[in-house]
């Protein structure tokens, strides 16, 4: 399964359907800050398994939850922007967040800083900022998770 991975596009739809058309997902997740954009990128993809979170220039929309726990393709994920974790200063309390909800994967945004790592167990990745071109791609296959931060040639 290959998940398309996405977060802060701050009102630009753009990237988020080039990154899209590029990478040809089976999955998409957004991790919050411009959930008005993700709506209008589901309309032109409607087939595409879709979860969203909302971050906190996303506090007008209760259709979308702060958190969100999933599985696919048989791998826990823990979703979150990360504002509410204090994410831009310190990355413990969203990883033991994550640790709580039992995940073996967490996506997280907030920081519009690229970041993958394994700590504790858990793969973290974020994707940094859609706005700027900068995503992230997991890959789960047999359980086995592959995930790493790309960016569109602008």
């Known amino acids: 399964m ?9 009102r630009i739809v753009e990237p988020m359907i080039s990154a899209a058309l590029k990478e040809q997902p089976d999955s998409v997740v957004y991790c919050g800050d411009g959930i008005n954009d993700f709506k209008k990128f589901r309309t032109q993809f409607p087939e595409l398994e879709s979860y969203a979170v909302r971050g906190n220039c996303d506090f007008k929309s209760k259709e979308f939850p702060d958190t ?14 990360g504002h509410l974790y204090r994410a831009k200063f310190y ?3 969203v990883i033991y967040a994550a640790e709580e909800a039992g995940a073996q994967l967490l996506l997280f945004g907030h920081t519009h800083i690229p970041w993958h790592a394994v700590v504790r167990n858990v793969r973290i990745l974020n994707p940094g900022s859609i706005n700027d071109g900068k995503y992230g791609i997991v890959e789960i296959d ?5 995930a790493y931060n790309r960016r569109l040639n602008r």
């Open 2 to 10: 290959k998940i398309l991975v996405m977060s802060d596009s701050h």
């Open 68 to 81: 969100l726990t999933v599985d696919l393709a048989g791998v826990r994920v823990f979703i979150t922007h």
């Open 91 to 93: 990355t413990d309390p």
């Open 142 to 146: 047999g359980g086995k998770i592959t």
